[in-house]
């Protein structure tokens, strides 16, 4: 197969592990016959630099006409108080919208050899669900302002009924090739927002009736993710508690630096880790370089190329049975750095 992946390494880590993941992913073209080829586009704080926006409609362009996006991270504390628009941050926000990503889907799966996480190993035990955020809408592109000279500043947060039923569907059927459980997570005691969500998806659950349905509030979801981990399956919930949530759920599989995510449109898809660009790390070759090539792994069954996708699970969760980890995961003596992680998973997967 022939497909043009537009990459985007973005700031901070995010070229080392953009790197690695290209690695990986040339090994899966040789070794299948496949043509990957990459075109790369700025976005967040070296497109501030060079075109003054960190979002150019160059890099746009790009990625509309892809067959899809690999994305690295965005973020320089040097551009933190630029005015509205104009973060590296916004960049990233303006491109899911123009892409209409609305559907972010981020696994969350416990590895059973790390054991950096602080909950107890009892819990961790075969844990494995997917976050289903909403990526579109709601607080983070409803309406912002301010009033009152400045002192007075509002976020409107918005939701309409097409946009909660278009990613229900897709958790609803997500769930029926797992363990049959969707829990939506809301905070429907307080926010009409959550009032239409919970009346939405329970509308749509009549069509699932093998599926199993659940509602939490998000306080007391956010308490069972840690204590009760092992309970959920596909957590569906609206755009801002799906980014607190994620970052949580993180805990248990020892780091942030091992989540990838696919956000999925109706036309184009877009994969990136779920990390930051982590700007202390930049150029020390110490990041995980996992999360992004998990992104890739998914971006290759987005493809429909399922074989290939299951050879770089493999051959991360090889990587670390054997141990081969970056420092986040493992004890600093026994590390290895980004690249040499990346070589072991490109080395393993030409050995197959
Ligand atoms: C994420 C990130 C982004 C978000 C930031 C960088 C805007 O935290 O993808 O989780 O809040 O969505
Ligand atoms: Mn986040």
């Known amino acids: 197969m022939i497909k043009n992946i537009s990459v985007i390494e973005g700031d901070g880590i995010g070229p080392e592990v953009i790197k690695q993941t290209i690695k990986v992913l040339n090994s899966i073209a040789i070794k299948y016959g496949h043509n990957f080829h990459y075109k790369n586009s700025l976005a967040g704080s070296k497109a501030i630099e060079k075109f003054g926006n960190p979002m150019p409609e160059e890099t746009i362009d790009n990625c509309l006409k892809a067959d899809a996006v690999l994305f690295g991270c965005i973020g320089e504390p040097k551009y933190d108080h630029n005015t509205r628009g104009m973060r590296p941050e916004d960049g990233l926000l303006k491109l899911r919208k123009k892409m209409n990503l609305y559907c972010n889907i981020r696994p969350i799966v416990v590895f059973p050899n790390l054991d950096k996480s602080p909950v107890k190993k009892e819990l961790l035990n075969k844990v494995d669900f997917i976050i289903y955020r909403e990526l579109t809408g ?3 592109f409803g309406e912002k302002g301010r009033y009152n000279n400045g002192k007075i500043a509002y976020d409107y947060c918005i939701y309409s009924k097409s946009e909660i039923e278009r990613i229900g569907e897709m958790a609803f059927k997500a769930a029926l090739l797992r363990k049959k459980k969707v ?13 239409l969500w919970r009346e939405v998806i329970k509308k749509i659950s009549f069509d699932y009736p093998d599926i199993y349905i659940d509602f939490l509030y998000v306080d007391n979801a956010s308490m069972q ?4 981990p092992q309970k959920f399956d596909i957590i569906l919930t609206d755009n801002m508690f799906g980014d607190i949530l994620s970052d949580e759920s993180s805990v248990l599989t020892s780091s942030l630096g091992l989540l990838p995510s696919a956000s999925i449109g109706d036309y ?5 880790p779920v990390h930051g660009s982590y700007p202390q790390a930049k150029g020390k070759n110490i990041a995980n370089p996992l999360g992004c090539i998990l992104s890739g792994s998914m971006m290759l069954g987005y493809f429909g190329m399922h074989k290939e996708k299951n050879i770089i699970e493999k051959a991360v969760k090889n990587s670390i049975e054997k141990k081969i980890c970056t420092q986040d995961i493992i004890d600093l003596k026994l590390s290895s750095t980004t690249d040499e992680v990346g070589n072991y998973i490109e080395k393993f ?3 197959q």
């Open 225 to 228: 993710i840690i204590m009760n």
């Open 349 to 351: 997967i030409k050995n």
């Open 138 to 140: 709601g607080i983070y």
């Open 268 to 272: 184009k898809s877009m994969f990136e």
């Open 183 to 195: 829990t939506l997570v809301d905070k429907a005691n307080v926010l009409e927002t959550s009032r």
